[in-house]
């Protein structure tokens, strides 16, 4: 269900040629690699979704609206900053130029709310949620892999504050006739599997070693 493909956020696939991996450390190293990445790519993911919903809020009309869109933002802006003392915790910092691309397309989702209309920028939001609370539950689980336990916690509860985004944008988008004119994405799961899964996933007998994916539009 995490290798699902991702426009904007980053994605896995299992490695198999790496999976019989005999050695343990080797698998730590790898894995410590992959968590990295990943949190570069979170970061500035995070960047241009709080650009984006900048120009999102200046587009609607509706004051309670842009008081929802507000504290989504404020939401994004505090899992950037714990994503940048994960990633000095790691001995790593954020990547500059990926820091330069989602900033561009930060601005360019901003410019779009303000032409695309009300639906669009809803379901364009929605969508790429949906994409954001995998990317956290593959944090989380390449946290384990990573023997980096204490990151586990704030990443399955970045997970779910994704999903409070995306149950918020998709019912922005469901109560607007053009929700039927448009292809839908799947649903996510109920919010309490984000945790029974990781517990599964946890208690897997043979874990499987997974390479992150940036995502397809800013690879
Ligand atoms: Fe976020
Ligand atoms: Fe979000």
Redesign the pocket.
């Known amino acids: 269900m995490l290798s699902k493909k991702s426009l904007l956020t980053a994605s896995s696939q299992p490695v198999f040629r790496l999976a019989s991996v005999a050695d343990e450390a080797a698998r730590v190293v790898f894995a410590r690699e992959q968590f990295a990445f990943l949190l570069q790519l979170a970061y500035s993911g995070?960047l241009a979704?709080t650009r984006a919903?900048l120009g999102h809020r200046h587009s609607l009309k509706s004051r309670l609206e842009r008081a929802e869109i507000g504290k989504?933002i404020r939401?994004?802006i505090r899992?950037r900053r714990c994503l940048l003392d994960m990633l000095a915790e790691v001995g790593s910092a954020p990547d500059p130029g990926r820091e330069r691309k989602m900033e561009r397309v930060g601005r360019a989702i901003s410019l779009f709310c303000h032409v695309g209309g009300w639906f669009f920028a809803m379901y364009g939001?929605g969508r790429?949620?949906a994409q954001?609370i995998r990317e956290y539950e593959l944090g989380a689980r390449l946290a384990h892999l990573a023997e980096l336990h204490r990151f586990i916690d704030p990443l399955l509860e970045m997970a779910e504050?994704?999903w409070?985004?995306?149950r918020y944008f998709r019912s922005k988008a469901m109560s607007h006739w053009l929700w039927r004119m448009v292809p839908n994405w799947a649903e996510p799961p109920p919010r309490e599997r984000i945790r029974v899964a990781f517990r599964e996933f946890e208690s897997k007998a043979e874990l499987p070693v997974l390479r992150v994916r940036a995502p397809r539009l800013v690879r």
């Open positions: 995070e979704a919903y989504i939401d994004e899992h939001a790429l949620e954001n504050v994704e409070d985004h995306e």
